[in-house]
T-cell receptor, first 113, second 116 residues
Framework: AQTVTQSQPEMSVQEAETVTLSCTYDTSESDYYLFWYKQPPSRQMILVIR????KQQNATENRFSVNFQKAAKSFSLKISDSQLGDAAMYFC??????????WGAGTKLIIKP | DTEVTQTPKHLVMGMTNKKSLKCEQH?????MYWYKQKAKKPPELMFVYSYEKLSINESVPSRFSPECPNSSLLNLHLHALQPEDSALYLC???????????????FGPGTRLTVL
């Protein structure tokens, strides 16, 4: 069975600085997708970034980028130039052949002004 | 446009009430999902509809009854709920459930349910 692990329950960063959130996963599948979702206090689960396992190039979306290490089964999220609006719970998630999302436990990101 | 809408935003109900949660998407997606989320936890999958047919029911109690009237709408009918059912209920949709890029799920803002 696939698992997703986020080992940092909480992280804090100074506004305008860079922070990296960690995620590791376990799977025997070779074709899958990985996601980072953001859930601010407003509750809506927002897709931040998506990575296809067959692509070696790391996905980027503006200030958000990932470091995808397939062999190590690692999928970290880097947020550059952190802003107050980035404060949220961040969930790492995996989807494979059975189309059901497997979620990590989440990391609460605090932005210090 | 990746918008999924949910109504109501908040719902308070007694254990003997019957209520419904509604979800709508206009992205042409053919798969829709209901999740239950407790505070500070990831969402838990409840139901999946694919092409308007129920494809997954994750052993959810019968007091939760899903309905998919058409490809854009998803309802969750609630009856005789328990206080432990209080949670955030999230709806999501994806293009398909056939694997690959089209499985990316987009979420609505959720309904905060409180059962007294």
């Amino acid at each position: 069975a696939q698992t997703v692990t986020q080992s940092q329950p909480e992280m804090s960063v100074q506004e305008a600085e860079t922070v990296t959130l960690s995620c590791t996963y376990d799977t025997s599948e070779s074709d899958y997708y990985l996601f980072w979702y953001k859930q601010p206090p407003s509750r809506q689960m927002i897709l931040v970034i998506r990575q296809e396992a067959y692509k070696q190039q790391n996905a980027t979306e503006n200030r958000f980028s990932v470091n995808f290490q397939k062999a190590a089964k690692s999928f970290s999220l880097k947020i550059s130039d952190s802003q107050l609006g980035d404060a949220a719970m961040y969930f790492c998630a995996y989807i494979g052949s059975n189309y059901q999302l497997i979620w990590g436990a989440g990391t609460k990101l605090i932005i210090k002004p | 446009d990746t918008e999924v809408t949910q109504t109501p935003k908040h719902l308070v109900m007694g254990m003997t009430n019957k209520k419904s949660l509604k979800c709508e998407q206009h992205m042409g997606h053919r798969a829709m999902y209901w999740y239950k989320q407790k505070a500070k936890k990831p969402p838990e999958l409840m139901f999946v509809y694919s092409y308007e047919k129920l494809s997954i029911n994750e052993s959810v109690p019968s007091r939760f009854s899903p309905e998919c009237p058409n490809s854009s709408l998803l309802n969750l009918h609630l009856h005789a709920l328990q206080p432990e059912d209080s949670a955030l209920y999230l709806c999501a949709s994806s293009q398909t459930t056939s694997g690959g890029n089209t499985d990316t799920q987009y979420f609505g803002p959720g309904t905060r349910l409180t059962v007294l």
